[in-house]
């Protein structure tokens, strides 16, 4: 804390360069208009991004304006034979782990396991040309599926009315893609960011174990099975179907490949140069498994199998969007909601991966990629698609260099479509389950659990309600739970804002928190609080109110310990970084009641 001054401007010992008051100067006026330019401009227009056209030529100007529409641009002219290279078989590593991955998803939305592969094959293409980051890995992800599949289902039955359920999820996808552009052009990308971390962390958790919940159907080979999601509702129907309703064939092939599928796992976390052998598990999986079952016949045993799979790549679905009726209105509710899942997580994604190879990614451009990508998609059959952790993880550690990655991952995908489906026949759905479960457990991260727990009590009870709602009742009710908990928890931080009674340490001149530091001494007779937060309207009253309350508790304790009574109220504001009317006015209102009670107030802003 920095010394304050005696009214002559001098230290107590009369020592002029020991002290020396500086009168604050007033800022300088601006102009209504121009405060409210410079005001958007930090809200929206942070990053400055028009300042590479600066002093450019007309030319130039546009092949600036194109490259940032679409920066594949850009990096196409540094690229090599040597990108490429790593570029190939990052690519072909990410496909053998999307394709199984991919049917799996589909069957989570409720959907025909060709979309999911249809979603790996058009979307990855335009995020490739639109997309700024270099790692990230497109296509559908679980946690999304889940939400799509959850939500749709609560408006139109997938199994009485397949056409309808389709036409939604379409609907969805392409609204999803709309508010996902529209967040981007229009600049409000710092909107995701109302999404606590801790409240991500518990609804991925709390959405991995649901996932995994909901899988023990075609795991256990369960051909009745209920609806719900809830954890409750779920392992009432597993253990409803124990005595008959269980195939020990289908569990035997489960079991079996999971353990494979969680030892590769092991071994690529052991050991980083062999992240191939995680990656091309699944594939493995599906080809030894569907061998398996074909030539034992196992599908007449009760194990159940994909049975058909469509050949050929994506056709036109123009036509089955809804854009009026009942269904139109659910289609823009479901896509805002899934969109905001999908955007978050693969933001999230792309900026980490960014910042452990040391380039930077524009925000709102990928949300205007992602969105462009979701809108095509939805165009061609395609359900949401995102950035995918595990695929990305596997693409970084494969060594890719560019977007070109995600380019070979849909050229693969469309081979598959093209030549390979048929031989899915016969893949049973306990290694589609499988392959799932093993997914989806790195989604729980106990230890940031544990690590939120012992920085912040708060965000611990957002962690733990999000999770909890997705467990015990379902994702929406998680999802809007963490959402809830997000925004309450800005609230009370804006009003309810940290103040402190500050004490001096021993043998030093810095004042510090009495509560953090216990040997911090209060000087008698004088309080000294300290306002850890901006001043507005929102908590103005609140902060005058709790300075009062300090000040009585301490009068109390003085009078208690036969000390002198307080007679000077000093209160720190270095960390009052902006204060509006109404704060000025409950200074003041605080300022007059001290002084009926011959209290001195004085602010005090530390200038060191």
């Given at each position: 804390?920095?010394?304050?001054?005696?009214?002559?401007?001098?230290?107590?010992?009369?020592?002029?360069?020991?002290?020396?008051?500086?009168?604050?100067?007033?800022?300088?006026?601006?102009?209504?208009?121009?405060?409210?330019?410079?005001?958007?401009?930090?809200?929206?227009?942070?990053?400055?991004?028009?300042?590479?056209?600066?002093?450019?030529?007309?030319?130039?100007?546009?092949?600036?304006?194109?490259?940032?529409?679409?920066?594949?641009?850009?990096?196409?002219?540094?690229?090599?034979?040597?990108?490429?290279?790593?570029?190939?078989?990052?690519?072909?590593?990410?496909?053998?782990?999307?394709?199984?991955?991919?049917?799996?998803?589909?069957?989570?939305?409720?959907?025909?396991?060709?979309?999911?592969?249809?979603?790996?094959?058009?979307?990855?293409?335009?995020?490739?040309?639109?997309?700024?980051?270099?790692?990230?890995?497109?296509?559908?992800?679980?946690?999304?599926?889940?939400?799509?599949?959850?939500?749709?289902?609560?408006?139109?039955?997938?199994?009485?009315?397949?056409?309808?359920?389709?036409?939604?999820?379409?609907?969805?996808?392409?609204?999803?893609?709309?508010?996902?552009?529209?967040?981007?052009?229009?600049?409000?990308?710092?909107?995701?960011?109302?999404?606590?971390?801790?409240?991500?962390?518990?609804?991925?958790?709390?959405?991995?174990?649901?996932?995994?919940?909901?899988?023990?159907?075609?795991?256990?080979?369960?051909?009745?099975?209920?609806?719900?999601?809830?954890?409750?509702?779920?392992?009432?129907?597993?253990?409803?179907?124990?005595?008959?309703?269980?195939?020990?064939?289908?569990?035997?092939?489960?079991?079996?490949?999971?353990?494979?599928?969680?030892?590769?796992?092991?071994?690529?976390?052991?050991?980083?140069?062999l992240f191939w052998v995680p990656a091309i598990a699944p594939l493995i999986s599906v080809v030894v498994s569907t061998f398996f079952v074909f030539i034992t016949r196992a599908d007449k045993q009760g194990v159940q199998i994909v049975r058909h799979i469509d050949q050929g790549i994506n056709p036109i679905s123009v036509s089955k969007l809804y854009f009026s009726g009942?269904?139109?209105?659910?289609?823009?509710?479901?896509?805002?909601?899934?969109?905001?899942?999908?955007?978050?997580?693969?933001?999230?994604?792309?900026?980490?991966?960014?910042?452990?190879?040391?380039?930077?990614?524009?925000?709102?451009?990928?949300?205007?990629?992602?969105?462009?990508?979701?809108?095509?998609?939805?165009?061609?059959?395609?359900?949401?698609?995102?950035?995918?952790?595990?695929?990305?993880?596997?693409?970084?550690?494969?060594?890719?260099?560019?977007?070109?990655?995600?380019?070979?991952?849909?050229?693969?995908?469309?081979?598959?479509?093209?030549?390979?489906?048929?031989?899915?026949?016969?893949?049973?759905?306990?290694?589609?389950?499988?392959?799932?479960?093993?997914?989806?457990?790195?989604?729980?991260d106990i230890d940031a659990a544990i690590l939120i727990w012992k920085i912040d009590k708060l965000d611990f009870a957002a962690c733990m309600g999000a999770f909890l709602g997705v467990v015990f009742v379902s994702v929406e009710i998680g999802l809007l739970i963490s959402v809830v908990i997000s925004f309450a928890k800005i609230l009370l931080q804006v009003t309810r804002?940290?103040?402190?009674?500050?004490?001096?340490?021993?043998?030093?001149?810095?004042?510090?928190?009495?509560?953090?530091?216990?040997?911090?001494?209060?000087?008698?007779?004088?309080?000294?609080?300290?306002?850890?937060?901006?001043?507005?309207?929102?908590?103005?009253?609140?902060?005058?109110?709790?300075?009062?309350?300090?000040?009585?508790?301490?009068?109390?304790?003085?009078?208690?310990?036969?000390?002198?009574?307080?007679?000077?109220?000093?209160?720190?504001?270095?960390?009052?970084?902006?204060?509006?009317?109404?704060?000025?006015?409950?200074?003041?209102?605080?300022?007059?009641?001290?002084?009926?009670?011959?209290?001195?107030?004085?602010?005090?802003?530390?200038?060191?």
């Open positions: 804390m920095a010394k304050t001054n005696p009214p002559d401007g001098r230290g107590s010992d009369g020592n002029d360069n020991t002290f020396i008051r500086h009168r604050v100067a007033l800022p300088p006026k601006e102009g209504l208009l121009k405060e409210f330019k410079s005001v958007v401009q930090e809200t929206f227009f942070h990053d400055a991004p028009l300042r590479d056209f600066k002093d450019q030529t007309a030319s130039k100007k546009v092949l600036l304006g194109i490259q940032a529409v679409f920066p594949i641009i850009g990096w196409a002219r540094e690229y090599n034979l040597r990108k490429l290279r790593g570029d190939v078989i990052s690519g072909l590593t990410i496909a053998s782990l999307c394709i199984p991955q991919d049917i799996g998803y589909a069957k989570l939305a409720n959907l025909d396991p060709k979309y999911g592969l249809y979603s790996s094959f058009v979307p990855p293409l335009v995020y490739a040309g639109m997309g700024s980051s270099r790692d990230i890995a497109i296509g559908p992800v679980a946690v999304v599926s889940l939400l799509l599949g959850t939500l749709c289902h609560a408006v139109i039955d997938p199994n009485e009315h397949p056409e309808e359920y389709l036409r939604l999820a379409f609907t969805a996808t392409f609204f999803a893609g709309v508010f996902e552009a529209a967040l981007g052009f229009l600049r409000l990308g710092f909107l995701i960011d109302f999404l606590s971390h801790a409240a991500v962390v518990g609804f991925m958790g709390g959405a991995a174990i649901t996932i995994a919940l909901q899988q023990l159907k075609g795991f256990l080979g369960i051909k009745k099975f209920t609806k719900e999601t809830d954890i409750v509702s779920v392992m009432q129907s597993v253990f409803a179907a124990a005595r008959h309703g269980w195939n020990w064939q289908t569990i035997v092939i489960g079991a079996s490949f999971l353990t494979f599928l969680l030892v590769a796992k092991y071994i690529g976390k052991k050991n980083k140069k009942k269904y139109f209105t659910e289609g823009i509710r479901i896509g805002a909601v899934a969109g905001m899942v999908a955007l978050t997580e693969a933001v999230a994604i792309a900026r980490t991966f960014a910042a452990m190879k040391d380039y930077q990614i524009d925000g709102n451009k990928e949300m205007i990629a992602l969105g462009t990508m979701n809108v095509v998609g939805s165009l061609t059959s395609c359900y949401i698609a995102t950035g995918s952790f595990s695929r990305s993880a596997v693409n970084y550690m494969a060594g890719c260099h560019t977007a070109v990655a995600n380019i070979v991952m849909a050229i693969v995908v469309a081979l598959t479509l093209v030549f390979i489906t048929p031989l899915f026949k016969y893949t049973p759905n306990a290694i589609l389950a499988a392959i799932i479960i093993s997914a989806v457990l790195g989604l729980i804002p940290r103040t402190a009674v500050l004490g001096k340490l021993p043998r030093t001149n810095v004042y510090r928190n009495t509560v953090q530091y216990p040997d911090a001494a209060k000087i008698p007779g004088i309080l000294i609080i300290r306002v850890d937060s901006a001043i507005y309207f929102s908590n103005s009253n609140y902060v005058r109110e709790r300075i009062l309350r300090w000040l009585r508790e301490e009068e109390e304790k003085a009078k208690a310990a036969d000390m002198p009574a307080i007679k000077f109220l000093i209160i720190e504001m270095s960390p009052v970084t902006d204060i509006d009317t109404s704060g000025i006015h409950s200074i003041e209102e605080l300022h007059k009641n001290l002084e009926k009670r011959e209290i001195q107030v004085t602010s005090f802003y530390n200038s060191m």
